[in-house]
């Protein structure tokens, strides 16, 4: 079955009634498989003019929000030209205009942006780690789904390159956004911390394991549990498989960011 996105007319109470409205994993038997045309791709920037798009809209979102900071986005970063990293673009089907982006970075081969400002602790040495930086949508009525789908791309990019564990970094209004998608304080203790790697904003260290995260949705009965298990979207596409230079270790000790998190899901993302 094939559908398109509902975009149309009404606004964005519309545009993201698609994910409100789901209640969570059905058993296999009942499930029906879903394709879901959406109003925009997303791809990797493979280009330099691709690269300007997204930095464009990264800069827009920023500005919004931290103002100051958002001088330092003006231009491509260093980062966004390492091989340890990829940045995604979402772009309207109708004209090209870039309506979102965000960048991720594994630890492959290096250790995230993240570990410039903290030690992170022994349960997350070892492992296969990416962090997801720089998010930001356009401001118009599809920036939740846009939103959305750009962090299934993230999660996608994570299955595909067998990553064990996400690492996010957030504001406390954002990190709010983080907690909905069922992520958990790396330093429950500490609350917000300043990170040198971001001008000494203010941010919560989170993390999410991959191979439970189903399972986790799942049991929680999480509203976007279809969007992202039983929903295909081929217009989001996360490019080829990363060659793994990290021997995996794993240890035996489970975090508190493995919990179900039920109690987190109201989600309203802004």
């Given at each position: 079955m094939e559908y398109q996105a509902n975009i149309t007319s009404q606004g964005s109470a519309d545009a993201i009634r698609l994910f409100g409205d789901q209640q969570g994993a059905q058993p296999l038997d009942e499930r029906q498989p879903v394709i879901e045309r959406l109003p925009f791709t997303i791809r990797r920037v493979e280009t330099e003019d691709d690269l300007l798009k997204a930095v464009r809209i990264r800069h827009a979102a920023y500005a919004r929000h931290v103002p100051e900071f958002a001088r330092?986005?003006?231009?491509?970063?260093?980062?966004?030209?390492?091989?340890?990293?990829?940045?995604?673009?979402?772009?309207?089907?109708?004209?090209?205009?870039?309506?979102?982006?965000?960048?991720?970075?594994?630890?492959?081969?290096?250790p995230l942006g993240v570990e410039e400002s903290v030690e992170l602790p022994e349960w997350l040495q070892g492992r296969r780690l990416v962090e997801a930086t720089r998010l930001g949508i356009d401001e118009g009525r599809t920036g939740r789904?846009?939103?959305?789908?750009?962090?299934?791309?993230?999660?996608?990019?994570?299955?595909?390159?067998?990553?064990?564990?996400?690492?996010?970094?957030?504001?406390?209004?954002?990190a709010r956004q983080y907690e909905q998608l069922l992520f958990s304080d790396v330093f429950p203790e500490q609350g917000a911390i300043p990170l040198a790697h971001v001008g000494n904003l203010e941010h919560r260290v989170m993390a999410f394991e991959i191979e439970t995260f189903e399972a986790r949705w799942a049991a929680a009965r999480h509203p976007l549990y279809k969007f992202f298990f039983d929903t295909q979207h081929p217009d989001i596409d996360v490019g080829p498989k990363a060659e793994p230079r990290l021997t995996r270790v794993r240890f035996p000790q489970r975090s508190p960011a493995a919990s179900t998190g039920a109690d987190h899901l109201g989600l309203a993302f802004a």
């Open positions: 330092s986005l003006a231009l491509p970063e260093a980062a966004d030209y390492e091989s340890d990293t990829i940045v995604l673009l979402a772009e309207s089907k109708l004209d090209g205009t870039p309506m979102g982006s965000t960048r991720i970075r594994t630890n492959l081969f290096r789904m846009v939103k959305i789908a750009l962090i299934k791309a993230c999660f996608m990019y994570c299955q595909q390159n067998d990553i064990e564990w996400s690492v996010a970094t957030g504001r406390p209004t954002v």
